[in-house]
T-cell receptor, first 113, second 116 residues
Framework: DAKTTQPNSMESNEEEPVHLPCNHSTISGTDYIHWYRQLPSQGPEYVIHGLTSNVNNRMASLAIAEDRKSSTLILHRATLRDAAVYYC??????????????FGTGTRLQVTL | DVKVTQSSRYLVKRTGEKVFLECVQDMDHENMFWYRQDPGLGLRLIYFSYDVKMKEKGDIPEGYSVSREKKERFSLILESASTNQTSMYLCASIGLGHYEANYGYTFGSGTRLTVV
């Protein structure tokens, strides 16, 4: 599996946008970029995923670099409830839905008032 | 909403005991997974199943087995619990085609197992 690199931690003020970076320089053409987050004392939850184009949903936006070697998860207005560990994961679309997700250690986002 | 339910939130077992961790999902998903999560190591895949009675080893299957007799239920078995199996255990599921349809994997809330 191609590897991702994320900062260990980031801080944000409430109500401000947050840009969480992820580097994946060895990404292959069929790798989707997934983001999950894990709130304290919870299992991970799906946030968003994309292949080449930028993606938006009710939780966040995903901006993918033109060469696909990096991506950024954007939370438009951080709230205290967004404090979590955010994981950037690559998943090969050719392996089917039974394939595993390989989690790294993610970025711990701290949101302050 | 899809629900993945893990039978126990906290569990304390003795070394050498046989331990069953149960996971049930209510959305007819074909694929189910067991992970364990440890500080500094992230989530690691133990076993997964893509159909009833089918199972595949993940990255760290040693000391574990699984059972999938019904589609909705995936059990993780610690044959003889040891203290190094003290961990948070997370179950997840996803259906066929849900990946492409912008659904992600759904995780349960986890079982924190302590082996003493």
């Amino acid at each position: 599996d191609a590897k991702t690199t994320q900062p260990n931690s980031m801080e944000s003020n409430e109500e401000e946008p947050v840009h969480l970076p992820c580097n994946h320089s060895t990404i292959s053409g069929t790798d989707y970029i997934h983001w999950y987050r894990q709130l304290p004392s919870q299992g991970p939850e799906y946030v968003i995923h994309g292949l080449t184009s930028n993606v938006n949903n009710r939780m966040a936006s995903l901006a993918i670099a033109e060469d696909r070697k990096s991506s950024t998860l954007i939370l438009h207005r951080a709230t205290l409830r967004d404090a979590a560990v955010y994981y950037c994961i690559l998943r090969d679309a050719n392996t089917g839905t039974a394939s595993k997700l390989t989690f790294g250690t993610g970025t711990r986002l701290q949101v302050t008032l | 909403d899809v629900k993945v339910t893990q039978s126990s939130r906290y569990l304390v077992k003795r070394t050498g005991e046989k331990v069953f961790l149960e996971c049930v999902q209510d959305m007819d998903h074909e694929n189910m997974f067991w992970y364990r999560q440890d500080p500094g190591l992230g989530l690691r895949l133990i076993y997964f199943s893509y159909d009833v009675k089918m199972k595949e080893k993940g990255d760290i299957p040693e000391g574990y087995s699984v059972s999938r007799e019904k589609k909705e239920r995936f059990s993780l078995i610690l044959e003889s619990a040891s203290t190094n199996q003290t961990s948070m255990y997370l179950c997840a599921s996803i259906g066929l085609g849900h990946y492409e349809a912008n659904y992600g994997y759904t995780f349960g809330s986890g079982t924190r197992l302590t082996v003493v």
